[in-house]
C-alpha cells in the first residue's frame, strides 16, 4: 500500500520546519536526504522517500533514518515528527538540533525499538516519557555535550532506566551528565550486549556484577575520575570483547583471570587508576587482542615475553612505565608483533635503541618523554606514517631528510616540540609533507629561515622560542586553512605580510610576540574576524 497521508503530511512539515545546512552534519558521507522529499506524481508515495521505510502490509512509516541529514533548528512539543506513532526505529544522529530539550511527547512513539540521538546537539534533562518506550532495545544518547549545553539523566536518573527499559540491548549514553552512582539493577538487564557510560560524572563504586553479564561485549566507563571498583574473576565462557576503564580509580590487584577473556579485542586500562603495577602475564593467552592501552605498570622480563604472544595487536600504548630485566629497554619482544601500525610509549623510560625490524610499517608512532637522543632508525623505512609524536626528548642537530619520505603523503601530525633541534638538513624553504595539518616545532633551538610547509592543508603551525632569522617568506600566503599560527619568541624580521590580515576569518591564535618586526599591522585584521587570541607585542610594529 501507498503511505497514509497524514503521515506523508507530517513527514513534510517536518522537513519545513527544519532548514539545510551542510555544516550541521559531521560526517564526511552526510547529505541532506529530505532534499528529496517532494509532493508531485513521481513522489507522492512518502514510503519511497530517502531515509523512510514503512510497513508492507500496512504502509504506516515504522523506520525513519535521517542520520548525517544536514538539518539544522529546533525540535519542539508540537514538531509534526511526533505524529509518526507508528516508528519503530528513529535516527537523527549526527544533525543539529540548537540545543533543544527532547520533548516529552516522545512518548508516542511507545513502538519504538531503536533511538539514536547522538551527536546532534539536544541538551536539558531527559524527560521520564523517554524512559516510559518500554520496548527500547537500542538507545544512544551519546555525545551531546557542547560547553554549557548537556543532556543530563538526574531526575529520573540512571536507576529509573535500568528498571523501565528492561529490554535493552545497547545503551550508550557517553558524555550524558548522569553524576550519580551505577545503580546495582543494570545487572539486571540479562540483554544488553554493548553499555557505554564513559564521562558521565559517575561516583562510588562500580558494582562488579555488571561485567558477568551474560552477553555483554562491550563495557566502556572510562573518563569517571571519581568512580571506583575492583575487576572480578573473570570466567572463561566471558563474551566481552572490548572493556575500557582508563581514567577512574579503579584499583587493587588485576587478577591472572584476565587471561580468560580470549574474546577479548581491546582493552583500555590507562591514566590515573589505582590498580596494583603488576599485569598478570596471564595478559598473553588474549590471542584476539587488537588495541591494548595501559599505563603506570613494572615490566618484568616474563610480562614483556607474554606481551610477545599478541600477535594480533594493531595498537599498543603503554605510558608512565617501567621496563626492567634482560630484554627490557631494547623491547626486542615488539619484534612479534608485526600487524602493529601504531605505536605509543608516552613517559616512558627507553634507554636503548628500540629494537623494531626495519619491515614494520606504522602509521602512528608516539614515543613523547622518552629520553631519546635521536631519531630512532626504524623510521628510516616508514612511509605510511599518518602521525609522529618525539617531543620532550633530547634529539639534538639537524632534521634528517629521510624524515621527509616517513609521510610524504600520509603524515597529518608531526610534534617535535621541546628537543634541542638546530635546523632541517639542507635548510628547506618548504617542508614537503603534501598533506600536513599539524606541525609543531616550538621549544628548539632552530636558526635560519623560517621554512613553510608545502602542504594547503595545514591548520595549526607553531614554531616559538627558536633562534630563526629573516622575513615571513610570502609563500606562507598558501596557507589559507590555518587555525593557529605562533612564530613568538624567533628572531624574525621585516614586514609582516599583508596575506596574514586576510586569514583573520578562520584563524584563531595568532602569536607574533618576541622579533623584530617593523612597519604596520595589516588592516585587514579590523574586519570579520574569529580571532581569539593575537599578540604583536616586543616589536618594533
Known sequence: PLCHDHERSALLNFKESLVINRTASGYPSAYPKVASWKLDEKNSDCCLWDGVKCNEDTGHVVELDLASSCLYGS?????????????????????????????????????????????????????????????????????????????????????????????????????????????????????????????????????????????????????????????????????????????????????????????????????????????????????????????????????????????????????????????????????????????????????????????????IIGLRSCNLSEFPSFLHNQDQLISLDLSSNMIAGKIPEWLFSAGTNSLQYLNLSYNLLMHFEHNLPVLPWNNLGALDLRFNKLQGPLPIPISVLTSSYLVSNNQLTGEIPPSICSLNGLYALDLSYNNLSGMLPACLGNFSVQLWVLKLQGNKFHGFIPETFNKGTNLRMIDFSNNLL
Open 75 to 363: 525540535v519542539n512539543s508540537t514538531s509534526s515528527l511526533f505524529q509518526l506513532v507508528h516508528l519503530q526505529r528513529l535516527s537523527l544522529f549526527d544533525n543539529n538540533f540548537n540545543f533543544s530539550e527532547i520533548p516529552s511527547e516522545i512518548l508516542n512513539f511507545s513502538r519504538l525499538t531503536h533511538l539514536n540521538l547522538s551527536r546532534s546537539y539536544f541538551s536539558g534533562q531527559i524527560p521520564a516519557e523517554l524512559l516510559e518506550l518500554s520496548n527500547l532495545e537500542v538507545l544512544d544518547l551519546s555525545f551531546n555535550t557542547f560547553d554549557n549545553f548537556f543532556l543530563k539523566l538526574q531526575k529520573p536518573g540512571l536507576a529509573n532506566l535500568a528498571e523501565n527499559l528492561t529490554n535493552l540491548k545497547a545503551l550508550d549514553l557517553i558524555n550524558v551528565h548522569i553524576s550519580s552512582t551505577v545503580p546495582h539493577t543494570l545487572a539486571n538487564l540479562s540483554s544488553l550486549h554493548f553499555l557505554s557510560l564513559s564521562g558521565c560524572r559517575l561516583q562510588g563504586e562500580f558494582p562488579q556484577e555488571i561485567f558477568q553479564l551474560p552477553n555483554l561485549q562491550f563495557l566502556g566507563v572510562m573518563k569517571n575520575p571519581n568512580l571506583t571498583g575492583y575487576l572480578p574473576q573473570f570466567q572463561k565462557s566471558s563474551p566481552l570483547e572490548d572493556l575500557r576503564l582508563s581514567y577512574t580509580r579503579f584499583s587493587g590487584k588485576i587478577p591472572s583471570s584476565l587471561g580468560n577473556l580470549t574474546k577479548l579485542e581491546d582493552l583500555y586500562l590507562s591514566g590515573g587508576n589505582g590498580f596494583s603495577n603488576e599485569l598478570p602475564p596471564s595478559i598473553g593467552n588474549l590471542a584476539s587482542l587488537k588495541t591494548l592501552e595501559i599505563s603506570s605498570f613494572n615490566f618484568s622480563g616474563t610480562l614483556q615475553a607474554s606481551l610477545g604472544n599478541l600477535t594480533q595487536l594493531d595498537s599498543l600504548t603503554i605510558s608512565d612505565s617501567n621496563f626492567s630485566g634482560p630484554m627490557s629497554s631494547s623491547l626486542s619482544w615488539l619484534t612479534n608483533l608485526n600487524q602493529l601500525t601504531s605505536l605509543n610509549f608516552p613517559n616512558c623510560n627507553l634507554n636503548e635503541p628500540l629494537l623494531v625490524p626495519n619491515t614494520q610499517k606504522f602509521e
